[in-house]
């Protein structure tokens, strides 16, 4: 598949975006283009796009109304375009970069194309294309029809699939799989459509890559390009550092219409991941020298790091970047837009953007989702943010004996592989999504667990087309069984669905989670307010319980996971309090999820855990509601992400419960240079008392991790940990922050509470106000002070986002929080709630 980035000023490319339509037909009822279903209502559409797009744009559906099953019709679509008047066609080539998924093609009545895989582009060369006007007409067929095709039976069964026979067609499962995502099955030309008229021969690159050697970077470029007419000259690659060119390479013929080149650059400035450093990236330009002038091809960015690749047969897995340790944390991530699977530029940098906020360095691109654009990879490349890469393929026993079907798996492999090549983000590039796994719970023999199509195809292709990163046949495989948490890589449950106390975060032995804490994450009432049904919806409901994400045939869903945690962490009955107090019901189990989390990661980042990794399941929900996601459909953090914001970047403080060992304090540097700075820690009684506090200079070290007993630092023996237990608690509360020398208002802060359970229930004596103060037109600055312990702050205004939520306070402490407003500006009238407050707090505002 051609470089995306690869267009100059003068390309003879067009893109077929504009003028398309679409219509239902159904199942087989029209065979050739001149027979397509002209008397039927035909409505404007896109490309890229799909059939439920349309429809969504034409306001005849929409994903809150009644289901559709876009896969039991067939699906037109229909454009004209107009070619130039000394249009020579052996020149011409169409470019199809997705078409989802069963499709066959007509251009002015001839069928030029059929494909069955959505995952690969498809070119078709010297098309019969003419001058003036011309028919372009898809059909899309009814993938359920194809699906009553008898086949052999698979060897075991995936349970969140609906069709079992959906693993002989390369499509997505998104919309198929109605436990967890939404009922808008992708069919359509989900990707760019584009002609290229041969007047202004561009180059295809087929090979652009880095890699890093012993301080020597390399750029690998391969590219087919046509050396006739304008397209004469001598081709060279460049590589710029900002304005300035840094190394040049002329490229040299390697065969029919293909050149090749080798750059190499002494000491390169490295790509990091942000939490460790900074993501440098030089610019990749193809010049060609011709009578006019020069011509430059922009090739994108890239970049020189280096991977530490586990090897398969590996019980540990640890990803080392740049021959550094990378303790990777971040979600799975999921398409921005579930109807139409794109979003345009703004949207992907505000995403990654969410993510570097919250100090993930890594995002999964699960088996179970699709491919990502292009500008999903140039923005992880810009913000420093790692990538785990599956091919799409999950849970299901694929029929890679096949020859049809194996042959379009090892184009697509190919495609997408050259693809991630240049992206220095791309770290891991995975088999497949729960394979192993779902062999191995399904009862398969041992033999079935490990297929050749991952460990050996996908395997040699990957290093063939795309070296220098790590390479891992499924994404939960590695130990004696291959979910087995201590060994590998795992899907970690055990708190979560599986019901299991904080205790096995450490018990387990968790290496590497590739998804992991699964929670009907609830979002904000704002997003609430948008379920079918509106403020009123309850959790009961069966809006509500539409979305609620679950196992296929299970009796429980994900709101009962996240139910138990509540009883479990607050001794309240969730089901009692659903029934008296509905809003209170959504603020503990908000409160559960992120607790959850945050106890995880806690222990899964001190110094002496076993794990390297771990990854939450979803980064974003697919619709408005309760999902896995821990940023809702439409962008809004929920309280897990607030949470796990405070405890996941560089600089990191946490304290541990180790029983009769008191508690421990972790801190992390992960950042190149030493940090210096002063310790402080404070002990309270009914979150009000100071009891005790110490303080002292403590430096971090580049790249480390330390652990401290707290009793070092406190002058008496108290027991925090309420494990001798020789009489009441004397101490509810402990107060751990670090603060930066050269940036004193960087101040790192966690807190512990001996019982979770504590500072719960609202209390008249809590001393809180809230001051804000105007920035500009819809933005102002709220200063939330208390004089005793608050949890689960939040601040509320009709017409206003905060930037932070769901947070606690210590006594004395004071947090600056940014108000901006959604749509036209308003004047800030609001309040704050806590957990523990009585009734809310009225923000007052400061006047000049």
């Known amino acids: 598949m051609p470089a995306r980035g690869g267009e100059s000023r003068l390309s003879s490319r067009q893109y077929l975006r504009d003028g398309w339509e679409c219509c239902p037909a159904p199942a087989g009822l029209h065979s050739e283009a001149s027979d397509h279903p002209a008397d039927l209502r035909w409505i404007a559409a896109a490309a890229p796009g799909t059939a439920a797009e349309a429809l969504r744009s034409a306001g005849l559906w929409s994903i809150d109304g009644p289901e559709r099953r876009f896969d039991a019709e067939d699906w037109w679509f229909r454009t004209e375009f107009t070619a130039p008047a000394d249009i020579d066609a052996s020149r011409c080539f169409l470019m199809f970069e997705g078409l989802a998924t069963l499709c066959d093609v007509w251009l002015n009545d001839v069928r030029i194309l059929h494909s069955e895989n959505m995952f690969l582009a498809q070119r078709v060369d010297r098309p019969p294309v003419r001058a003036g006007r011309n028919l372009l007409v898809l059909q899309f067929h009814a993938l359920d029809h194809a699906l009553k095709q008898r086949r052999p039976r698979p060897r075991w069964r995936a349970p969140m699939v609906e069709n079992q026979q959906l693993r002989w067609y390369r499509t997505t499962l998104l919309g198929r799989t109605p436990g967890w995502s939404p009922p808008a099955a992708a069919v359509g030309p989900w990707r760019p459509v584009w002609i290229d008229f041969g007047t202004t021969p561009q180059p295809e690159v087929e090979r652009l890559q880095c890699t890093l050697r012993d301080g020597v970077g390399k750029v690998q470029l391969r590219a087919r390009i046509r050396q006739t007419g304008a397209g004469q000259g001598v081709w060279t690659l460049h590589l710029r550092d900002g304005e300035q060119t840094v190394a040049t390479q002329p490229l040299r013929p390697a065969g029919e219409d293909i050149m090749e080149t080798e750059l190499s650059l002494r000491e390169p400035r490295l790509w990091w991941p942000h939490t460790h450093g900074h993501p440098d990236l030089y610019e990749a330009v193809l010049c060609v020298g011709q009578p006019s002038g020069i011509v430059e091809h922009a090739l994108g960015k890239v970049g020189f790091r280096s991977v530490n690749a586990p090897e398969h047969t590996s019980s540990d897995f640890e990803v080392r970047v740049n021959d550094t340790r990378i303790f990777c944390r971040g979600a799975c991530w999921t398409p921005l837009d579930i109807v139409s699977l794109r979003a345009d530029a703004g949207g992907y940098r505000r995403a990654i953007e969410q993510v570097v906020d919250a100090g993930f360095n890594m995002l999964r691109v699960s088996g179970t989702m699709v491919y990502e654009d292009d500008v999903f990879l140039d923005l992880c490349d810009e913000h420093g943010v790692l990538v785990w890469q599956d091919f799409m393929f999950a849970n299901m026993d694929y029929p890679a004996g096949d020859e049809a079907l194996a042959a379009t798996i090892e184009a697509e492999a190919i495609q997408q592989l050259r693809r991630w090549a240049k992206h220095p983000c791309v770290t891991v590039v995975c088999g497949n999504s729960e394979v192993s796994q779902q062999a191995a719970m399904w009862g398969a023999s041992r033999e079935l667990w490990d297929p050749e199509l991952f460990s050996c195809t996908l395997a040699a292709l990957t290093a063939e087309h795309c070296c220098g990163v790590a390479w891992w046949p499924s994404s939960a495989f590695g130990g004696a069984i291959p979910h087995q948490p201590n060994a590998g890589t795992t899907s970690y449950y055990g708190v979560g669905a599986y019901l299991r106390g904080t205790d096995d975060l450490r018990r387990s032995g968790l290496k590497f989670a590739s998804e992991c804490l699964a929670f009907a994450n609830i979002p904000e009432d704002e997003t609430l307010h948008r379920l079918p049904g509106g403020a009123g919806v309850r959790v009961q409901h069966a809006s509500w319980k539409l979305r609620s994400p679950r196992d296929l045939g299970a009796g ?15 001794g309240v009955d969730p089901a009692r309090l659903r029934y008296s107090d509905h809003s209170r019901y959504l603020a503990l189990g908000r409160e559960a999820s992120a607790q959850a989390m945050t106890a995880a990661f806690t222990e899964w980042r001190r110094a002496g855990s076993s794990c390297n990794g771990a990854l939450i399941l979803f980064l974003r929900d697919l619709w408005p509601g309760a999902g896995w996601g821990i940023i809702d459909s439409g962008g809004i953090p929920k309280a897990p992400y607030h ?79 309420f494990a001798y237990r020789f009489g009441p608690l004397s101490c509810d509360l402990v107060v751990a922050r670090w603060q930066d020398d050269a940036m004193p208002a960087n101040r790192y802060q966690t807190h512990y509470l001996p019982d979770p359970g504590r500072h719960l229930l609202p209390d008249v004596s809590v001393d809180l106000s809230a001051q804000a103060r105007a920035l500009e037109p819809g933005v102002y600055v709220v200063t939330v002070h208390t004089g005793t312990f608050v949890r689960g702050v939040c601040l509320l205004a009709d017409g206003y986002r905060s930037d932070d939520t769901h947070f606690w306070l210590a006594p004395g402490e004071a947090r600056e929080v940014v108000m901006r407003a959604v749509g036209t500006p308003r004047a800030l009238s609001g309040v704050v709630t806590a957990l523990n407050l009585i009734a809310p707090v009225r923000i007052q505002m400061q006047h000049p």
């Open 556 to 570: 429980w869903d994900f709101d009962d996971v996240r139910d138990h945690y509540v009883r479990e962490f607050f």
């Open 643 to 721: 949470a796990l914001r405070h405890n996941l970047q560089s600089i990191w403080i946490g304290l541990t419960d180790e029983g009769l060992n008191g508690l421990s304090l972790h801190l992390c540097n992960e950042t190149p240079g030493q940090r210096t700075g002063t310790l402080e820690l404070q002990l309270y009684r009914e979150g009000r008392h100071l009891i005790s506090q110490a303080a002292r200079a403590q430096a971090l070290p580049a790249r480390s991790l330390q652990t401290l007993p707290v009793a070092d630092l406190l002058a008496a023996f108290h027991d925090l940990t």
